[in-house]
Structure formats: C-alpha cells, structure tokens
C-alpha cells in the first residue's frame, strides 16, 4: 500500500475512476429518487407511460388548436403541412361544435393511447391572425372545439415520444438494477477517495512529505477560488437558453468534472497540509489574525514600557487626571450639578497634596534603593519629611547599606588578612628554604662516591626548586587577586613582547616535540599596559601550552585586530581529558590533570586573569572536548 500511494499512474488512474463513481453514485441517487418520485416501483410501465404521454398532448393539443384559430384557419394545406404524420408519433384530429372534422393527420392507424381535449371560446373575428370579440354573434355563445390525441402503437419518427417511450422502458428495466450499482459506486468512491487521501503529498523514493507548489498557496484563498469556480458554473447552468437537451447534458458533464476533481484537490492539498502540521498557519485568517495580536502586543507592550519608566510622580498625576475625569463624567449624570462639585472640588483639594506628598516619599524610596543596588553603599535616605512606614521603610534600606557597607569592609579586610598571612608564612618559609637549596648546591659540588646519596641530593633539589616555585607563585595569585601590585602602564607593543616570550620557549617546546605557529600582522599594534605584568601573563600561558599540550601536536598563538581591541589566541589539544568547565579551571589549585601527574600548582591560569584584569584587559578560557583556547583582549591605542 504505502508503494503504491508513491506511484503516479496508480494516483492518475485512481482519480479517473473516482470521478467516474462520483458520477455513478450521484445519477444513481437521482435516478433512485426520481424513479420512487414516479411510482416506478409500485405501477405498471403503461401507467407510467399514460401520466408522461397525457403531459405531452396536453401540451400538443392545444398547440394544434391555437394554431388553427390564429394562423391557418383560412389556409388548411398550409396547416396540414406544419403536421405531418410521417416524421411524428403524434397525430391528431380537430373538430368543430358540430363534430365535423375540420383537420386530421390520424387515418385509423392503431395507437397505444388517446386522449380528448375540448376548448371553448368566445365567438370571434379573425383579423390580420389576432382573435376580437364578435359583437354581431349570438350574446354569451360559446364556440367548442375538440382535440382528439392518439400515439402511435408504433413509434416511427425519432420526436420526444419515441424519446420518452426510450428512457421510460430503460427506466422499468434498470429500476432495481441502480440500486446495487449506486451502492458499489458509492463503496468505490470512499476506497479511491481515501487512497488518494493517503497518496497526497507521496513522492517515488521519498519518505517525507513532498508539497507541491498548490499546497503553498494560503488555504482560505484556494477554497474561496474553488467557490467562485463552482458558483460561475452554476451561474451558466442556470442562464444558459439557447441550447438543447443533449448539449446540456454535456455542459452538466464538462462541468460537473471540473467541479469533482476541483472538490477532489482541495481535499488533497488539505491532507498534505496536514500531515505536514499546523495547516491553519497557511491562511490568510491566521495571518492576519497573527498579526493584530503582534500588533496589539506591540502597543501594549510600549504602552506598559512607557508607563513603567515614567516616574512616579507622573504616573500618579495620571492617574488622578483620569481619576478626575471618571467623576465628572459621574456628576454630569446628577441634577444638582453645583452642590456636588463643590464637593469634588474640596476633595480634590484635599486628595491631590496627599497624593503627591507620598509620591514624592515613594520616589525617595525609589531613588534610594537604586542606589545602593548599584553599589552605591555610601548613600542615605532623607528621611526627615517621611512619615509611618514610608519613614521605617527609608530607615530599613540605610540598615541595609551599612550592612552591606560592613561585610564588604570585612571582606577587605579579610582579604588583606589573608594576603599577609599567605606573604608572612612564604616570607618565613623561603628563609629556610634558601638556606636548603644554597646548602644542596655546595652539597652537589663536593665529590660524592655514593651514588645513591647524589641521587637523594637531586631529589631534594627538584623539589626544594619546585615549593620555592609554588611559594612564589601564591604570594603573587594572593596580590594578583586583591589588587596588591603596582602597575606601571605604558605604551606597549605587543607583538614583539609575544615574539620574544615565545622565543624563549623554543628549547622547551622542542624537548616536548610540539610545533608552535604564531601568526601576527605586519604593523604594529600598541596597547596601553604594564611590560613586566603582560610578560608574566603571557609566560603563565605558554608555560601552560608545555605542560599540558599533548605530544607530537601543534600549538597556534594568533594575534589579530578585531573592533579596535588587540586579541592573542592561544590553542592546543590537551594531553588529558578535559572533564572540568572553562570557569572551574581559572579557580585557584584547580588543574586540568586531575591525575596530578605534572607538575605545577594550578596557580597560572587564575594568576594570568588577575594579572590581565589589573591592566583592564580581559583573558576567556574556552573548552572543546580536549581542545584548549585562551582569548586575551586589550584596547588598541
């Protein structure tokens, strides 16, 4: 099934066959009604065909005997000639009051059905073929004159009853027949109808859903052209004159296909619509639907944005105003118009000052907490002309700044506390060290047969170097990080300092056999900071580059002007999985080798951040997977 919903000429054929059922079902419906309408199910086939033939030569009748009367009551052969009775099943006789036969085309020829009409005129006069009253007759007489009607037993000529003895005959034969064929048609109209349904969309080799160029057009537009297209043929159905019975059933034909396959795509081009999902998008009515909810969004949106940044004085000179308004309008519906706007007037006297007096409280409030939300713990509330809460609620926000004020002083405090503690104990600590390390290196000169003990001797040596590393570190994280280090800033050019940085890490970059590209411009780029600080933080991250970049890999440091700001990018694929976000390794001890397998102190990356932001650059740490990328910027001057 879901191939064949794929394949074109399936869907062709299965349109083609839909609108041959669609037309079976619907003839076979009428014809179902049309034949109950007409008894064919409970008469005989010759009363049928008596009720249709005395319609006929009722009309018949009187046609040959208003004709006679008006045009060839004086010229019988030329009458005889417009009746002839080889090219009808119609014959006729017309007689006088008197029972003559003034004119007959029935010679006792054997006939299925007669009928007699009789007419009764005034007398009257014929003049130039138009009927007067005779004023010279009898008063009050009648003229009568009879129709006889006979159809032949036979039919020989192809009229309207050899036509309707045809179809009335088909009629009684097929009266149950179309019964079960209106049925099957029906059935087969719903299965290709939901095939179809199915099919929409469908394309050879492609499981999605295909919208063709009709299923883009807005829904509402495509059925509102489907109903001008339905209503225009029903218009020519309907007006249409000069045409016959044959060719009408044509047209119905033409037309009636046009409108099934017309109904047949509109509900294709609906299931493809929703099988794609929200089919009421593509509408004009959503559309536009859409964009007056945008719209008022959009003003109310600005209306609410401009009412909360008007100060509060305005808004509550507003919302008197309109306040005001409202009961003016309320007093005009009162008769005593003057008594009560003396009222208004006193309490508008009295409310306005109230009003404005806790606006003006209010906007201190306002202002004040600005304030010391901004950092500004220094600012105090007046609160001298507040009153009841408004004046507790003033005097609560100073509480808060001077507490605010006092952790922040304790925090600093704290701080310095600890960057003395951190200098005092390294101070205290290096003054042995230095004794062990001046004492390792006259050890390492004398001459030592014992192997084992110079090996001793190196250990201690390494790592006497290595916490005389880390104690210079701390003291310089602790500084970095509280501001404690002067900074001496002057016209810098950058490129140079990073060429010799990089320069001196060229020995140690080939020990661990990494491929360091550094790309600069051509010019110059100067920048405004301290010499010694940057080449500490540049020295921190090639440092890093050496330790933690895996083997046999390249290194990229790029230098490049973007928007007036000077940025060194320094990339390289870490030896370590990198299982830690980029804000938890620029935190203090904290390294990308959670393994602690190299050396270092996790002090280099916080220490070069510390070092950037003293001299009002920033330093960004991005990770991706195990690659390692540091944006330093600097403004260009």
Same mark, same amino acid.
Not at 96 to 118: K, V
Not at 348 to 377: M, S
């Given at each position: 099934?879901?191939?064949?919903?794929?394949?074109l000429p399936?869907?062709?054929?299965?349109?083609?066959?839909?609108?041959?059922?669609?037309?079976?079902?619907?003839?076979?419906?009428?014809?179902?009604?049309?034949?109950?309408?007409?008894?064919?199910?409970?008469?005989?086939?010759?009363? $049928?065909?008596?009720?249709?033939?005395?319609?006929?030569?009722?009309?018949?009748?009187?046609?040959?005997?208003?004709?006679?009367l008006?045009e060839?009551?004086?010229?019988?052969?030329?009458?005889q000639?417009?009746?002839?009775?080889?090219?009808?099943n119609?014959?006729? #006789?017309?007689?006088?009051s008197?029972?003559?036969?003034?004119?007959?085309?029935?010679?006792?020829?054997?006939?299925?059905?007669?009928? !007699?009409?009789?007419?009764?005129i005034?007398?009257?006069?014929? =003049?130039?073929?138009?009927?007067?009253p005779?004023?010279?007759?009898?008063?009050?007489?009648?003229?009568?004159?009879?129709?006889?009607?006979? /159809?032949?037993?036979?039919?020989?000529?192809?009229?309207?009853?050899?036509?309707?003895?045809?179809?009335?005959?088909?009629?009684?034969?097929?009266?149950y027949? *179309?019964?079960?064929?209106?049925?099957?048609?029906?059935?087969? &109209?719903?299965?290709?109808?939901?095939?179809?349904?199915?099919?929409?969309?469908?394309r050879?080799?492609?499981?999605?859903?295909?919208?063709?160029? /009709?299923?883009?057009?807005?829904?509402?537009?495509?059925?509102?052209?489907?109903?001008?297209?339905?209503?225009?043929?029903?218009? *020519?159905?309907?007006h249409i004159?000069?045409?016959? &019975?044959?060719?009408?059933?044509?047209?119905?034909?033409?037309?009636? !296909?046009?409108?099934?396959?017309?109904?047949?795509?509109?509900?294709m081009?609906?299931?493809?619509?929703?099988?794609?999902?929200?089919?009421?998008?593509?509408t004009?009515?959503?559309?536009?639907?859409?964009?007056?909810?945008?719209?008022?969004?959009?003003?109310?949106?600005?209306?609410?944005?401009?009412f909360? =940044?008007?100060?509060?004085i305005?808004?509550?000179?507003?919302?008197?105003? %309109?306040?005001?308004?409202?009961e003016?309008?309320?007093? &005009?519906?009162?008769?005593?118009?003057?008594a009560? &706007?003396?009222?208004?007037?006193?309490?508008k006297?009295?409310?306005?000052?109230?009003?404005l007096?806790?606006?003006?409280?209010? @906007?201190?409030?306002?202002?004040?907490?600005? +304030?010391?939300?901004?950092?500004?713990?220094?600012?105090k509330?007046?609160?001298?002309?507040?009153?009841?809460?408004? +004046?507790?609620?003033?005097?609560?926000?100073?509480?808060?700044?001077? %507490?605010?004020?006092?952790a922040?002083?304790e925090?600093?405090?704290?701080?310095?506390?600890?960057?003395?503690?951190?200098? =005092?104990?390294?101070?205290?600590?290096?003054?042995?060290?230095?004794?062990?390390?001046?004492?390792?290196?006259?050890?390492?000169?004398?001459?030592?047969?014992n192997?084992?003990? @110079?090996?001793?001797?190196d250990?201690?040596?390494?790592?006497?170097? @290595?916490l005389?590393?880390?104690? #210079?570190?701390?003291?310089?994280?602790? +500084?970095?990080?509280?501001?404690n280090?002067?900074?001496?800033?002057?016209?810098?050019?950058?490129?140079?300092?990073?060429?010799? !940085?990089?320069?001196?890490?060229?020995?140690?970059?080939?020990?661990?056999n990494?491929?360091?590209?550094?790309?600069?411009?051509?010019e110059?780029?100067?920048?405004?900071?301290?010499?010694?600080?940057?080449?500490?933080?540049f020295?921190?991250l090639m440092?890093? $580059?050496?330790?933690?970049?895996?083997?046999s890999?390249?290194?990229?440091?790029?230098?490049?002007?973007?928007?007036?700001?000077?940025?060194?990018?320094?990339?390289?694929?870490?030896?370590?999985?990198?299982? *830690?976000?980029?804000?938890?390794?620029?935190?203090?001890?904290?390294?990308?080798?959670?393994?602690?397998n !190299?050396?270092?102190?996790g002090?280099?990356?916080?220490?070069?951040?510390?070092?950037?932001?003293?001299?009002?650059?920033?330093?960004?740490?991005?990770?991706?997977?195990d690659?390692? +990328?540091?944006?330093?910027?600097?403004?260009?001057?």
């Amino acid at each position: 099934m879901n191939k064949l919903t794929h394949n074109l000429p399936a869907k062709v054929t299965a349109i083609f066959l839909f609108v041959i059922t669609v037309f079976g079902s619907l003839f076979g419906a009428a014809g179902i009604y049309l034949l109950a309408e007409f008894d064919f199910y409970l008469m005989p086939v010759s009363e $049928i065909k008596k009720e249709v033939f005395e319609d006929l030569t009722d009309s018949d009748a009187y046609t040959v005997f208003n004709r006679y009367l008006t045009e060839y009551r004086y010229n019988l052969k030329e009458y005889q000639k417009t009746f002839p009775d080889n090219n009808t099943n119609f014959l006729f #006789e017309l007689k006088d009051s008197e029972g003559n036969i003034i004119l007959s085309t029935y010679s006792n020829q054997e006939y299925q059905f007669s009928r !007699t009409y009789t007419y009764e005129i005034n007398p009257f006069n014929l =003049n130039d073929g138009n009927l007067y009253p005779d004023t010279s007759g009898t008063p009050g007489g009648k003229i009568q004159y009879t129709v006889n009607c006979y /159809i032949k037993k036979t039919m020989t000529a192809s009229d309207r009853y050899s036509m309707a003895e045809y179809w009335i005959n088909f009629a009684y034969k097929m009266r149950y027949a *179309i019964i079960p064929i209106t049925i099957i048609s029906i059935i087969a &109209a719903i299965v290709l109808f939901i095939f179809l349904m199915c099919g929409a969309g469908r394309r050879k080799g492609i499981d999605t859903i295909v919208p063709s160029a /009709i299923d883009k057009i807005p829904f509402d537009i495509f059925f509102c052209l489907l109903l001008a297209t339905a209503a225009t043929e029903y218009g *020519i159905l309907v007006h249409i004159d000069n045409i016959s &019975a044959v060719g009408i059933i044509y047209l119905v034909l033409i037309l009636g !296909t046009i409108n099934i396959l017309l109904a047949l795509l509109a509900c294709m081009t609906f299931a493809v619509r929703c099988k794609l999902g929200g089919w009421w998008r593509n509408t004009i009515i959503y559309r536009i639907i859409k964009f007056i909810i945008v719209l008022m969004s959009k003003i109310f949106n600005s209306i609410k944005y401009i009412f909360l =940044n008007l100060p509060l004085i305005w808004k509550t000179v507003f919302f008197i105003t %309109g306040l005001s308004l409202a009961e003016l309008m309320a007093l &005009a519906s009162f008769r005593d118009r003057s008594a009560l &706007a003396l009222v208004w007037l006193f309490e508008k006297l009295i409310l306005v000052p109230a009003v404005l007096f806790i606006a003006i409280g209010l @906007r201190k409030l306002q202002t004040g907490g600005k +304030k010391i939300a901004a950092g500004d713990l220094g600012y105090k509330i007046d609160t001298r002309y507040l009153f009841w809460d408004f +004046k507790d609620h003033g005097i609560n926000l100073n509480s808060i700044s001077e %507490g605010l004020s006092k952790a922040v002083d304790e925090r600093m405090k704290s701080e310095r506390l600890k960057t003395e503690l951190i200098t =005092n104990v390294s101070h205290d600590i290096k003054t042995p060290l230095t004794s062990i390390i001046n004492y390792v290196d006259l050890i390492k000169k004398e001459n030592l047969e014992n192997e084992t003990l @110079r090996e001793y001797i190196d250990v201690l040596d390494r790592q006497s170097a @290595r916490l005389k590393k880390l104690i #210079e570190d701390l003291v310089e994280a602790s +500084k970095a990080a509280t501001g404690n280090i002067e900074v001496n800033k002057e016209r810098t050019e950058i490129g140079i300092l990073l060429t010799q !940085t990089v320069g001196e890490y060229e020995e140690k970059l080939k020990r661990n056999n990494l491929d360091l590209i550094l790309k600069k411009p051509k010019e110059e780029i100067y920048i405004m900071a301290d010499g010694r600080l940057l080449w500490r933080v540049f020295d921190n991250l090639m440092n890093n $580059i050496c330790k933690y970049s895996q083997p046999s890999t390249r290194a990229y440091i790029n230098l490049d002007i973007e928007n007036k700001h000077a940025v060194i990018t320094f990339r390289n694929i870490s030896s370590f999985p990198l299982n *830690i976000s980029s804000d938890e390794l620029l935190e203090r001890f904290v390294r990308g080798d959670s393994s602690r397998n !190299t050396e270092g102190s996790g002090l280099g990356l916080s220490i070069a951040k510390s070092l950037t932001e003293l001299q009002q650059g920033t330093l960004d740490l991005y990770v991706d997977g195990d690659l390692f +990328k540091v944006v330093v910027k600097f403004d260009i001057i």
